[in-house]
Antibody, heavy 114, light 109 residues
Framework: EVQLVQSGGGLVRPGGSLRLSCAAS????????MHWVRQVPGKGLIWVSR????????NYADSVKGRFTISRDNADNTLHLQMNNLRVEDTGVYYC???????WGQGTVVTVSS | QAVVTQEPSLTVAPGGTVTLTCGSS?????????PYWFQQKPGQAPTTLIY???NKHSWTPARFSGSLLGGKAALTLSGAQPEDEADYYC?????????FGGGTKVTVL
């Protein structure tokens, strides 16, 4: 069974950093595209980043380029999102997801506020 | 980045049929955009209904189907039920990343 369990998140001041993690089971993160998606409550879904089977194949939304870094740890079978220089507009619920079926994590809340 | 467009809202009668569409500012949507469809109810995480144009998960009700229609990806709900009232999102995959549509609020009334 495919499962994604997220951790990290919380409250941080503008300019701060956070690291989100997404522990996978039932498959290997190295075998699939993996994604991060954000949603502000009451608003739509916003794609943030993806990493391919080839770890050099990485894409980011324009709004996070240069500030966020997606990575994976094959040994721990975990996906990460390092978020630096956070802005108020980065606030939302962050979901990790696996491609080919788009299986979702449970989501984790990130609040950027002074 | 491309803009993906969806109808903001649609209403369907119980038992009726409604088709939601997902278009791209770059041109016709093809299977190469790997269209996905998601359902989200208030206070809940999204769930995936359709992946890669037409494929269903084991939990996808049979009344939902995906297709390509008139240069767009389409999600058809046939025989709408009250529990289908929700927000529906599509996304398309491009070389530079993925783009979600703005979502369609479906009312069953």
């Amino acid at each position: 069974e495919v499962q994604l369990v997220q951790s990290g998140g919380g409250l941080v001041r503008p300019g701060g950093s956070l690291r989100l993690s997404c522990a996978a089971s039932g498959f290997s993160v190295s075998d699939y595209f993996m994604h991060w998606v954000r949603q502000v409550p009451g608003k739509g879904l916003i794609w943030v980043s993806r990493i391919g089977v080839d770890p050099m194949k990485i894409n980011y939304a324009d709004s996070v380029k240069g500030r966020f870094t997606i990575s994976r740890d094959n040994a721990d079978n975990t996906l990460h999102l390092q978020m630096n220089n956070l802005r108020v507009e980065d606030t939302g619920v962050y979901y990790c997801a696996r491609s080919l079926g788009f299986f979702w994590g449970q989501g984790t809340v990130v609040t950027v506020s002074s | 980045q491309a803009v993906v467009t969806q109808e903001p809202s649609l209403t369907v009668a119980p038992g009726g049929t409604v088709t939601l569409t997902c278009g791209s500012s770059t041109g016709a949507v093809t299977s190469g955009h790997y269209p996905y469809w998601f359902q989200q109810k208030p206070g809940q995480a999204p769930t995936t209904l359709i992946y890669e144009t037409t494929n269903k998960h084991s939990w996808t009700p049979a009344r939902f189907s995906g297709s390509l229609l008139g240069g767009k990806a389409a999600l058809t709900l046939s025989g709408a039920q009250p529990e289908d009232e929700a927000d529906y999102y599509c996304f398309l995959s491009f070389h530079e990343g993925v783009v979600f549509g703005g979502g369609t609020k479906v009312t069953v009334l």
